[in-house]
């Protein structure tokens, strides 16, 4: 089954080709694109100067060599990121000249023992960066690249007076690719024609996709969900509406005034029982639903690594949470469910089963 429209899943490379390379560097971006991904997703954080990084986080030890870095000992300390206190090294305090001495590295390295291999081999790159590197590759493989930017921890920057939203906007426009956005038909073509965009900004929280939304009408947007929890600044503002009030079918035609594309958890598409198991059903109500309401479905993450996948999809006994499961057992799961799109780590064999 393809999408409602025809077409098939759109595939994100989810930080690049991240099963293989570390993720969010130049190698897992070419990778990824190299295997045929469509776009990729790319999470932007803000450096103590203002520029816009490239990192899966605010706190950056996870995902580079900074705890190497003796002159920069000083600068760990502990802060509070959506409620959670986290101690390390965070992006808002380093300039982009600190940022640029670092190394990036396998933030799952027992997982992923041949990404981790290339340790220490990719600086961070800038959000200016990937954007370059995404009208290269779309000239080096003939066809056009999508990029997903995801706006990480936005009222966590902008209470350090760090805003992301206009950062980005800038960057799209020197990019010229807020420009193009303008020149389309503002959100036309349906579901499918949503997670095909050029550009489709994601985003956990609610308000600055608004903002966004106000900002940029033509820009594609994405409202990020989980199974559990709420959007931070929802919670900061008092509003008890949580990530499944969201997705309830008011809260679906609620959330199309400000979105295109809703990017669940794939465990809401894909429900879990008790043991790990997913149902063994075709179609998903979530992406019923959301189609119902005008939104196209792209859900995160499909990884090959038994500890991601259903039980009933796992390799061997299941015990080995590294070896490589049954991922295209998932992939047909979430095809058949009716998704617009999906994001993954392994592009390559995403591709293999969807065509």
Same mark, same amino acid.
């Given at each position: ?6 077409? @098939?899943? =759109? ?36 450096? *103590?100067?203002? %520029?816009? +990084? =490239? ?42 000249? &600190?940022?640029?001495?670092? @190394? ?17 081999? &990719? ?21 056009? +690249?999508? +990029? ?18 206009? @950062? ?29 965009? +050029?550009? =489709?900004?994601?985003?956990? %929280?609610?308000?600055?996709?608004? @903002?966004?939304?106000?900002? *940029? ?5 994405? &409202? ?7 959007? !931070?600044?929802?919670?900061?503002? $008092? ?19 400000? *979105? ?7 465990? &809401? ?34 990884? !090959? ?32 469910? $009716? ?17």
């Amino acid at each position: 089954m393809s999408t409602p429209e025809g077409r @098939r899943p =759109v595939v994100v490379g989810h930080r690049g080709a991240s099963a293989r390379r570390p993720e969010h560097t130049r190698a897992a971006y070419e990778l990824a694109v190299a295997e045929g991904a469509d776009g990729v997703d790319v999470d932007l954080v803000a450096t *103590a100067d203002g %520029e816009l +990084v =490239v990192r899966h986080e605010a706190e950056l030890s996870d995902t580079t060599d900074v705890a190497d870095h003796p002159e920069l000992a000083h600068l760990r300390r502990t802060r509070v990121v959506d409620g959670v206190a986290l101690t390390g090294w965070f992006s808002q305090d380093l300039t982009l000249a &600190q940022v640029r001495t670092l @190394r990036a590295r396998e933030r799952l390295p027992q997982l992923r023992p041949a990404s981790a291999a290339h340790d220490g081999e &990719q600086p961070v790159m800038t959000f200016g960066e990937v954007l370059a590197l995404r009208e290269e590759l779309a000239a080096r493989s003939g066809r056009p +690249v999508a +990029v997903w930017p995801e706006l990480k921890h936005p009222a966590h920057f902008e209470a350090a007076g760090l805003a992301l939203e206009p @950062r980005l906007l800038t960057a799209l426009e020197a990019s010229g690719l807020l420009e193009d956005q303008d020149d389309d038909e503002p959100r036309s073509g349906g579901p499918a024609a949503a997670a095909a965009a +050029v550009v =489709v900004v994601q985003c956990f %929280e609610v308000a600055p996709l608004q @903002r966004l939304r106000a900002a *940029a009408p033509a820009l594609h947007l994405a &409202q990020l969900t989980q199974p559990t929890g709420a959007p !931070p600044d929802l919670r900061l503002a $008092g509003d008890h509406r949580d990530y499944a009030d969201l997705c309830t079918p008011d809260g679906l035609a609620e959330l199309r005034g400000w *979105a295109d594309v809703l990017a669940p958890h794939l465990v &809401q598409v894909e429900p879990r029982d008790a043991r790990g198991r997913s149902g063994a059903r075709r179609g998903s109500r979530l992406v019923d639903d959301a189609h119902a309401a005008g939104l196209a479905v792209v859900p995160y993450t499909v990884r !090959p690594e038994n500890t991601f996948l259903p039980a009933e999809l796992r390799s061997g006994d299941g015990r080995d949470l590294a070896a490589r499961g049954d991922v295209a057992g998932l992939l047909r799961q979430l095809r058949d469910d $009716g998704v617009d799109g999906l994001f993954t780590d392994d592009p390559a064999a995403a591709l293999a089963v969807l065509g």
